[in-house]
């Protein structure tokens, strides 16, 4: 062994940096945007008609059942095919999405389903269609209820995607591969990541502490 | 181009390493993470820089990605001279990383274990040792299998990031038989079908085992 | 034309009838109140009443109009004119009391939302409840949460009141204020019924008292002194200190 050299890695350190803020982007719209899509299906799984309903139970049970990179590896190499060519990032952004849709459906879905039937009544009583229902009373309890797991989910989201790197997206994952390659400090590059990713996540948990408080 | 004897076996011993690899991962992930649990969970004066040092081990490994460990393993082996196959490599990442997310879950369960059942138990003069195995492992037992069964399930999918150092598992196998020039949208619905069928069948299992034993509990 | 009538209901859960041949007719303004022993189907006439609880046989019309629990649009025109306090309440507890108040003036009703949030706190001060607008459901007593309960359904401004025990919570003072308000609405016109355990609170205020016995009305007093007027009623007042 040569020893380890960190001076070329430090050099590097705000390329790397900058991959992490593009990490944390690609985790935070796919949060978004998967949470949007998980409430969808969740209210598509409980209220609407039987084709929608079962699609919507479908979706859930193959995407949470099937590896995010191989639905990732389909997208990329499927939508030339239909004609649409997106960017890495736009891909990766597309399959964690549609991924994070489908675990949160089940997460936002769990809480759904745990309303007390006299909220169901009184809501009925007070005249209520089930739009207002939905809005003002169920997502609002059942949303605050699923925090936990949410934020769990945001968390194996951040680190999931690393496998964005695997598609040429330059996050961090993908910069320390580019660092690696030019300086061949395959270690200490990984090292230094690593720890990058652990302030990212542990940064991450004080945010959503500071959120649920503000909620 | 069609899809020759070849390809089929390429893909069928593809899933026969993603299912080894999983089996194996689950095997040694319950191990080190139940022993790893376990001394956390010790209360031996002796043991208490191990225990700190379980902790910090817990703690960290939880927030790195397991793609960032497997070139970890991966890079530090071939560093160190240390001549093993990417099989092997992988099995070790995923054995680090699941043995840290199984132990956090193992010791979840041992802490959630009503305490007065341990003072009861402790008032009888019985060892620690005793304890552990008689009253605290059957109490705990209920809420840490479903989640482990659960933990499990996820990781028969984080296998495909194997083929990132070279394992030739079902992912690897699909992008290999894209690249030989078969029909893509093919070959990845092939490839997501032969997971989801190792996969599912795990899902239903641990849902139906949660179920029972949250029946039994009550 | 009676305001609300029940004609021969049948209900059931599970296979068992709970309601067995129930007819009621109620007319505009009455205060009603129906007692009985618990699990006599007291509950269960008022949520078949606004449509909570299928009917197997007979026939519930409210202000003329035939209820049907699996017509949607009739439930919904039937019940525009209905309001319900819930034994347990049923206040969404991640809301402020206002907003439970407000909610459905404003969404359901299409109200203005300062006009209802006026209408919100008036009442919340004839209730005795000024300064609790802001607070959660849970941080409150249950006297404080029945009263709640019971000015969320009056902001429905509704024809129809139906309460199941909605004076079991409260102190003698609070309890006056309550009846005041009973006595207050159904002068204006609003037909109330009530289920109530409360004998004093009964005789107070009731046009008419019903006794119902194992899914069917037993007995039934009316007029002024309607707590003395008829021989089975007043005997289960007199002896049912807790049902
Ligand atoms: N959701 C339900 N499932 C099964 N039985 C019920 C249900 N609700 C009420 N019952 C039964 O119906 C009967 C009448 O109930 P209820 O109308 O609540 O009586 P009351 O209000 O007079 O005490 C009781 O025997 C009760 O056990
Ligand atoms: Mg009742």
């Not at chain 1, 059942?142 to 951040?158: K, Q, S």
């Not at chain 2, 026969?16 to 080190?32: D, E, H, N, Q, R």
């Not at chain 2, 989640?147 to 499990?152: A, E, I, S």
């Not at chain 3, 007979?58 to 699996?70: F, K, Y």
Request: hydrophobic share 50%; net charge positive; proline share 4%.
């Amino acid at each position: 062994m040569t020893g380890l050299h960190y001076q070329p890695v430090w050099r590097q350190l705000p390329y790397l940096l900058g991959g992490a803020a593009e990490t944390v982007m690609l985790t935070v719209m796919a949060f978004a945007g998967g949470l949007a899509l998980a409430i969808a299906i969740a209210i598509a799984r409980r209220e609407a008609a039987n084709p929608l309903r079962k699609a919507a139970a479908g979706y859930v049970i193959f995407f949470t059942n099937t590896p995010q990179l191989s639905q990732i590896f389909a997208i990329f190499y499927c939508l030339p095919l239909l004609g649409l060519t997106f960017s890495p990032f736009l891909s990766v952004l597309l399959g964690m999405t549609l991924n994070a849709g489908a675990y949160m459906a089940d997460i936002v879905g769990t809480e759904i389903a745990s309303t007390p039937v006299l909220y169901h009544e009184a809501a009925a009583t007070l005249g209520l269609g089930w739009r207002h229902t939905y809005r003002h009373i169920i997502l609002p309890r059942a949303l605050t209820r699923a925090t936990r797991g949410l934020e769990n989910h945001f968390l194996l989201m951040l680190l999931g995607s690393s496998m964005a790197s695997i598609f040429g997206v330059e996050e961090l994952t993908g910069r320390a591969y580019n660092i690696i390659a030019l300086t061949f400090r395959s270690i200490e590059v990984i090292s230094v990541v690593a720890v990058l990713y652990v302030v990212l996540s542990l940064v991450a948990a004080v945010v959503f502490a500071r959120l649920w408080r503000l909620a | 181009m069609s899809f020759s004897h070849y390809d089929a076996t390429l893909i069928l011993r593809a899933l026969a390493m993603t299912i080894t690899l999983s089996v194996a991962g689950a095997v040694t992930g319950t191990a080190i993470g139940t022993a790893l649990a376990l001394l956390r969970f010790s209360t031996h004066a002796l043991l208490r820089p191990l225990r700190l040092l379980v902790m910090l081990y817990v703690g960290l490994v939880r927030r790195i990605p397991f793609l960032i460990v497997l070139y970890g393993v991966f890079f530090a082996t071939g560093m160190a001279g240390i001549d093993i196959s990417p099989p092997l490599v992988a099995l070790a990442a995923i054995s680090l990383i699941g043995g840290a997310y199984i132990s956090q879950i193992v010791y979840n369960g041992l802490c959630n274990v009503d305490t007065t059942q341990i003072e009861a138990a402790e008032t009888t003069n019985l060892r620690r040792g005793t304890i552990l195995r008689h009253v605290i492992l059957p109490a705990a037992l209920p809420g840490i299998v479903p989640p482990v069964l659960g933990y499990l399930v996820l990781f028969v999918k984080d296998t495909a990031l194997a083929s990132q150092i070279g394992v030739i598992e079902l992912n690897q196998a699909g992008i290999i038989l894209t690249n030989r020039g078969l029909p893509t949208y093919r070959i990845f619905v092939l490839v997501l079908c032969l997971y989801f069928l190792v996969s599912f069948p795990l899902t239903t299992l641990s849902r139906k085992m949660e179920k029972k034993l949250a029946a039994s509990a009550t | 034309m009676p305001h609300l009538q029940l004609e021969h209901v049948v209900a059931s859960h599970g296979g068992t009838d709970i309601l067995r041949g129930t007819s009621l007719s109620i007319e505009r303004g009455e205060i009603v109140s129906l007692i009985g022993p618990s699990g006599s189907g007291k509950s269960t006439t008022l949520r078949a009443a606004i449509g909570l609880m299928p009917v197997s046989s007979g026939r519930i019309t409210v202000e003329g109009h035939a209820l049907d629990a699996n017509d949607p649009e009739s439930l919904r025109r039937i019940r525009a004119g209905m309001a319900m306090v819930f034994q347990h309440f049923g206040l969404f507890d991640h809301m402020s009391v206002l907003a439970n108040l407000m909610l459905a003036p404003v969404k359901a009703q299409g109200r203005n939302r300062m006009e209802a949030r006026d209408e919100a706190l008036s009442l919340l001060r004839t209730l005795d409840l000024e300064g609790i607008g802001d607070r959660r459901p849970t941080r409150l007593s249950g006297g404080q949460k029945q009263r709640v309960a019971i000015a969320r359904a009056l902001m429905l401004r509704p024809r129809t009141l139906l309460l199941d025990e909605p004076t079991s919570a409260l102190d003698p003072g609070r309890l006056g204020i309550v009846l005041d308000l009973y006595r207050h609405l159904a002068a204006r016109g609003t037909t109330i019924i009530q289920v109530s355990h409360n004998m004093e609170a009964v005789a107070a205020v009731s046009d008419r008292i019903v006794l119902m016995e194992a899914g069917r009305v037993a007995a039934m007093a009316c007029g002024p002194h309607a707590a003395d007027a008829n021989e089975a009623v007043t005997r289960f007042m007199r002896h049912d200190v807790k049902a």
